[in-house]
């Protein structure tokens, strides 16, 4: 286990009703709110009207509406010239990961007189951020309870991150009913997500962190198990509460701190993203056992076998490979069987622009330095090409 | 899953060296320091003149030494009477569970009027603390990472607890190679308390906890599989690093929020600590299997049966009560297997005190109200007399 530090100071609120203790949670930071949300979906489950009753007279509430699924840095700039017009004191995120990692961007951006995509290039940029409270409603990113950011420039196809502790939420309320009309396509695409969380954190060349290995084991296995009863049954509060707070803690430094090494199918899932806009879930998915296959070998097999058995639960058997390859063919299975698109042009992506993406994401990460096994473009450009099919 | 708040804020500073950062996390909160620690084991191993060197002059360092193993609250009261008198900013606490435990109650005490020892009974009387910041030298309670403390009065042959979110360590400091020096007998001891802060946490009326229940399960393994290494090998960093993550990890609120109801081996084991004095893991370890073959009917029996495969690696069999009771003598012969002496004679417990002691478990705790199964004082002497042999 390597050196790590690990704070995830977030107060997490947990359960129906939480939202309750709304204005007592922002109370403590001040009157003069930026409530920032998305598409309007809160509007449609009741959830802006409850945060309107609820905070009524005693706070002053402004509204950054219309955050997009990959969150533009342009919203971000709108939120920071709000946040100065209006001195606000914090702000409320009502939404997924991209209102919340928007919300991140324009929380530290109002203290810093440059250009928030800045932050995107050197996080140490960030040195004071409004204080953030959250309303998750899908489980997804994790975003609830870290102090990760991910901005996208459309005009650069450009989709990168910051990270800072200071953007940490303080707050964070999750009631799994939140999620209840959470369509189909974003709920198998946010299980995605949680699972490639656990999936980049398991795999990295650090030896010895068992303790992190156990526990995305079973917040895998708990993914597995409730993802299938979450589609069926959309209402289902199980279902979505042991979703919910496994995606809080697959990305809170749980199952990553200890473990270095830059993560492989976020990287290339993001010039997806930044080329295509497609849904990021998804794209992980279709990528991730495209990447197993592609750099499975003698130094790499054992822990495969370990994912095979530990997670996809299949019985040990002696020929290592064909255990490695069977656990990574379940995996591809999971997604197929939860509905997920599994090939790029099944996402509207042909080959034109996959050699230019397998450079930008070589450009744009640590893929050819400190990843699992470190690839060349050439690499990302075969592994993206196995994903046409 | 129940509604629950997770709220655990500790910075965590893990791995070699970690010390170095002692200044800069004591400087935060002030010059004047409290350095609270046990029974000198810290002044053999070096790290007592490793902290006065890094502290030097820049601090004010005042001293609380021979903290018991099972604290007294007359040390309490000693250490509410020199941060009075000094002026302290800051709590150091370096050693266990005892030390850290003892320094919430000077923290909290400091700031109250009364006598400490009524926290153990109304622990909304904590109103204001000291901050603290640790240095960890066993892992086993937990405590480094919440804000739980168990206080003993042995006048009264009471040891009994209190919890606030005030007393929650600010920092944390958790080098595996200060715990080398931990001898085979509190090392058992340790892990003994680790899992039994799991299984207490496990086993719960609360249904659909799987995220809780699935990590849980991994720290149990993580545990069985590097406490035999340790035990071997008491410098070998990996099982260090692997049972202290363990030990912070089990009882900061991941694997019990979200899931209401007494402890019961704690409850039972804290009187044979307040009559006997006896090393509290080495208690647990005693009592828990007895309870566990105690009630194993058919409302527990396929929860038991789940811990048999998920934990102790049993293949599942048809019979789930054959099932479970294997994977009760499975935990059983870990414990033996460590070198735990398992029955109340070797500790210096004989039947005289059972019913007496029996009688105050049902007192001081939720036993008979909110435990897995609840329970009678006949039941908790069955269980101890089980224990004798």
Redesign the interface.
Known sequence: ?????????T????????VEQLPESLKAYGQNVLLVYGGGSIKKNGLYDKIQTLLGEDFNLFELAGVEPNPRIETVRKGVAMCREHQIDVILAVGGGSTIDCSKGIAAGTFYDGDPWDFTGDSSLVTEALPIVTILTLAATGSEMNGGSVLSDMSKNEKLSFHSPLTIPKVSILDPENTYSVPAYQTMAGSSDIFSHLIENYFSKA?????QD??A???M??VM??TPIALEEPTN??AR??LM??SS?ALNG?TG??KSGAWTCHAIEHELSAFYDITHGIGLAIVTPRWMEYVLNEETVDKFAMFAVNVMGLAVINDKYALAKAGIRELKNMFTAWGVPMTLPEVGIDEEKLSLMAQKAIEHSALSTSSYVTLTAEDVHQILTNCLV
């Open positions: 286990m390597e050196n790590f530090q690990f704070y995830a100071p107060k997490v609120l947990f359960g129906r009703n939480q030896k010895g962190a068992e303790v156990r526990i084991e079973g917040l296995r708990t198990q409730y509060y199980e509460a042991n707070w496994a803690l749980l701190r200890g």
